[in-house]
C-alpha cells in the first residue's frame, strides 16, 4: 500500500560530512595540545562506535530536547568515545611522554569542544538528492518524521541545514531511551504523527535500521550511497 508517512533516518540517508570525523578531531586535539593522526582515527573511530554501548539514558527518556541533564550525559558519552579513539590512535601531548593511554583522558574541555563543533551545520552536508525529495514528499501529502541514534543536537542541525521544514518530529535515541534497531524510536514518531506501523515506511541505509523497523512492524526502504 501507498504510505501516509515516512520515518527517516539521518546521517548517512539525509545527510552526511564534508570532511572525516579524524580530520576534525585532529584539528581540535591540536588546539588543546594534543597531536594525533586523522588517518588513525579514522581507521579506530568506526570499530570503537559500533562497539560503545547504546547513545540513550532510560533514566532521562522525555520527549523534550532541552533538558541540562540529557546534554551532560550526551557529553559525557561523546567524551569517552573521543577519549578511546585518541588513545587507539596514538594521540600524543606536548610534553614528554604525555600521551593519551588506555589509563589518561585526553582534556575535558575537549569533549566538550568537540560535542559543540559536530552541532554546527557548516560540518555537514545535504545529500544532493534530499531536498527535492522531500518537497516532494510533502507535496504528496506525507507526513515525515526524522528517527536517528543520535542526539539533542539533531533537531537544530537538521534546521540549520534547511530541512526542518519539511519535518514534522525528530525523534533522537538519547532522548527516547532507546537505540535502533530497538522498536522504541519508531513507535515514538509513530505516537507524534498520529499514525500506525501499517502506515509509514522507514527509510535508512544502515542495517539497525532495518532490523529496528521490522521489530516495530515497519516497512524498511534501503538507501545505499557511495
Not at 136 to 160: C, E, I, K, M, Q
Request: glycine fraction near 10%.
Amino acid at each position: 500500500m501507498t504510505p501516509r508517512g515516512l520515518l527517516l533516518d539521518a546521517m548517512g540517508t539525509l545527510i552526511g560530512l564534508r570532511s572525516s570525523v579524524g580530520a576534525t578531531y585532529a584539528e581540535l586535539a591540536a588546539h588543546h595540545g594534543l597531536t594525533v593522526d586523522p588517518a588513525a582515527i579514522d581507521r579506530h573511530f568506526p570499530r570503537i562506535y559500533r562497539q560503545a554501548p547504546p547513545l540513550a539514558f532510560p533514566e532521562l527518556a522525555s520527549p523534550a530536547l532541552d533538558s541540562p541533564a540529557l546534554e551532560e550525559a550526551e557529553i559525557g558519552w561523546w567524551s569517552a568515545r573521543i577519549a578511546e579513539v585518541l588513545a587507539a590512535a596514538g594521540a600524543e601531548g606536548q610534553g614528554e611522554d604525555e600521551g593519551v593511554g588506555a589509563e589518561s583522558e585526553p582534556p575535558p574541555e575537549l569533549g566538550r569542544a568537540l560535542f559543540r563543533r559536530f552541532a554546527q551545520a557548516d560540518l555537514w552536508r545535504v545529500y544532493d538528492d534530499v531536498p527535492a525529495h522531500l518537497e516532494a514528499w510533502h507535496r504528496r501529502g506525507l507526513r515525515l518524521a526524522v528517527v536517528s541514534n543520535f542526539d539533542s543536537r539533531l533537531p537544530g542541525l537538521l534546521d540549520s541545514l534547511g530541512l526542518g521544514e519539511w519535518l514534522e518530529a525528530v525523534v533522537v535515541s538519547s532522548a527516547v531511551g532507546a537505540a535502533k534497531p530497538d522498536p522504541r524510536p519508531y513507535q515514538q514518531a509513530l505516537a507524534q504523527l498520529n499514525l500506525t506501523a501499517s502506515e509509514v515506511w522507514h527509510v535508512g541505509d544502515s542495517p539497525e535500521d532495518g532490523t529496528g523497523a521490522h521489530a516495530a512492524g515497519i516497512r524498511w526502504v534501503t538507501v545505499q550511497r557511495p
